[in-house]
Nanobody, 120 residues
Framework: QVQLEESGGGLVQSGGSLSLSCIAS????????MAWYRQAPGEERELVAR???????TYVDSVKGRFTITRDTARNMVYLQMNSLKPEDTAVYYC??????????????WGQGTQVTVSS
């Protein structure tokens, strides 16, 4: 069974920075896409940033220039550096991975989420 565990959330003032980390553990063949999503109260979960195995990245427009997604493929980790945080970035942030298991089945795995709160 593959699990994702996020860390690094917390409370920060507007304009501050936070760094999120996510590590995948368990038996797996490989991981293709890794991503960060977020969900604010009363809102739908939205994609924040995605990184492909080849390093290509995608960002939602609202975080472009402020957030940076990176990954360490060898360690099955993905990171999200968040700078110039705004109150509207407040949400639960979820790690997501597109995983190929040892039996070559492909599954999508979610972390439990980590709270990010930005005060004004």
């Amino acid at each position: 069974q593959v699990q994702l565990e996020e860390s690094g959330g917390g409370l920060v003032q507007s304009g501050g920075s936070l760094s999120l980390s996510c590590i995948a553990s368990g038996s797996m063949h490989s991981i293709y896409t890794m991503a960060w999503y977020r969900q604010a109260p009363g809102e739908e979960r939205e994609l924040v940033a995605r990184i492909e195995r080849n390093g290509d990245t995608t960002y939602v427009d609202s975080v472009k220039g402020r957030f940076t997604i990176t990954r360490d493929t060898a360690r099955n980790m993905v990171y999200l550096q968040m700078n110039s945080l705004k109150p509207e970035d407040t949400a639960v942030y979820y790690c997501d991975a597109d995983v190929t298991l040892l039996n070559m089945a492909r599954v999508r795995v979610w972390g439990q989420g980590t709270q990010v709160t930005v005060s004004s």
